[in-house]
């Protein structure tokens, strides 16, 4: 193999490998240090996310909210911008598609509303996301302020929808009306019962199916599409790109309105699959940790679907352990994601010098010319 390949799967594999193993190995020290046993922990963690058919199904559920996000942030990071702000696109995306449901008639079918809903959390987070993006482009303000503080602003904004817009008649709490049955979207196990199979209820819906489709369209329009190569040319040297041609600044746009479109599709698992309604903080979460799941998942769709997995598995997971061990809370699932972001953000390339100089060593011809630096 050569060594252009070789550092390519470091980068790609074994780098993130390694980084998630350093962030368990450091959360086995904690549990340590809180007299747990890291051991009975990690098969507790383990079995509440695949021993039996429910916490897959959870696990998956969570899964699915990571793709979304995480898809997002890595559109946005292969033009060279930072979209902080996957939290208020996804709140206001399910601001989309719940009213895409409630102006409805109730009497239509799963066929209009579901796409309509998509439609709706679509158009809704892609104009969230449209705001900063125009203030980026053409006024010069930084994307990582504008998208963290618009998400602050999703969620004045939603709290005031809620209780004084939204909220059900003759209810406290703040939330929708219920939405009409046919307008879900389907569960997992239902879809499973209809085909003859038994499987535990659980959130888990068709979702999951939209989030991978997802997943296969942001890499068809990445590597595979002229607007792809320009996005990824503006992200690798963005003065090359102006001088070949790429406008910079419509790239700004078109990127973060993907984005934010891809972040709130995280209603349509959350409110249109579970909730069934429009409710507070859904999106609580899912916005940051798709900031990790891009990073893990080295940005290409793939790798984001597995490092999902990973946030879901340890959701559910952490669910269970501070279910089953008293001294556990379930802040233990904020530490896990802290330590992930923090050995796959900020120490990602700690381990890199010493596999480069191992595994993809320069050739001797190469060392002594000075060709390699």
């Known amino acids: 193999m050569k060594r252009d390949n070789r550092i390519a799967w470091i980068n790609r594999l074994l780098l993130p490998l390694l980084n998630i193993l350093t962030a368990f190995a450091v959360t086995a020290v904690l549990f340590w240090l809180i007299d747990v046993n890291p051991m009975e922990a990690a098969e507790v963690l383990l079995y509440g996310a695949f021993g039996y058919e429910e916490g897959i199904g959870y696990t998956v559920y969570y899964a699915t909210n990571f793709i979304f996000t995480?898809?997002?942030?890595?559109?946005?990071?292969?033009?060279?911008?930072?979209?902080?702000?996957?939290?208020?696109?996804?709140?206001?995306?399910?601001?989309?598609?719940?009213?895409?449901?409630?102006?409805?008639?109730?009497?239509?079918?799963?066929?209009?509303?579901?796409?309509?809903?998509?439609?709706?959390?679509?158009?809704?987070?892609?104009?969230?996301?449209?705001?900063?993006?125009?203030?980026?482009?053409?006024?010069?303000?930084?994307?990582?302020?504008?998208?963290?503080?618009?998400?602050?602003?999703?969620?004045?904004?939603?709290?005031?929808?809620?209780?004084?817009?939204?909220?059900?008649?003759?209810?406290?709490?703040?939330?929708?009306?219920?939405?009409p049955t046919n307008s879900w979207m389907p569960f997992v196990h239902d879809v499973a019962a209809g085909l003859g199979y038994s499987i535990e209820a659980s959130p888990l819906n068709l979702s999951i199916l939209l989030a991978l489709v997802c997943a296969v369209l942001v890499w068809f329009f990445l590597w595979q599409t002229r607007w792809g190569f320009a996005i990824r040319a503006t992200g690798k040297n963005g003065s090359a790109a102006l001088y070949a041609g790429i406008n910079p600044k419509h790239i700004i746009i078109v990127v973060m309105c993907i984005s934010g479109a891809l972040a709130g599709l995280v209603s349509i698992n959350e409110l249109v699959g579970y909730q069934h309604r429009l409710i507070m903080d859904f999106h609580l979460g899912y916005g940051f940790g798709g900031i990790a799941v891009a990073l893990m998942g080295r940005n290409h769709p793939l790798g984001i679907i597995l490092a999902a997995l990973l946030f879901g598995t340890l959701y559910q997971g952490g669910a269970e352990l501070a279910f089953e061990m008293s001294n556990i809370s379930r802040d233990i699932v904020v530490v896990m994601q802290g330590l992930v972001i923090l050995f796959c953000g900020a120490l990602d390339y700690m381990y890199r010098p010493w596999l480069i100089r191992y595994l993809a060593p320069v050739p001797k011809q190469e060392e002594l010319s000075g060709v390699a630096i």
Not at 131 to 160: C, D, E, K, W
Not at 165 to 170: A, E, K, Q, S
């Open 70 to 179: 995480g898809l997002a942030v890595a559109v946005a990071f292969h033009a060279g911008l930072f979209n902080i702000g996957g939290e208020g696109q996804a709140y206001v995306g399910g601001l989309g598609a719940g009213l895409a449901i409630l102006m409805l008639d109730p009497t239509l079918g799963a066929w209009v509303f579901i796409p309509a809903s998509i439609i709706g959390a679509l158009i809704f987070g892609g104009l969230w996301a449209l705001i900063p993006a125009y203030l980026q482009a053409y006024r010069g303000s930084h994307i990582v302020i504008t998208t963290i503080m618009f998400n602050f602003l999703a969620a004045s904004f939603m709290v005031y929808l809620m209780v004084h817009v939204l909220r059900d008649t003759g209810q406290m709490t703040p939330q929708s009306e219920l939405f």
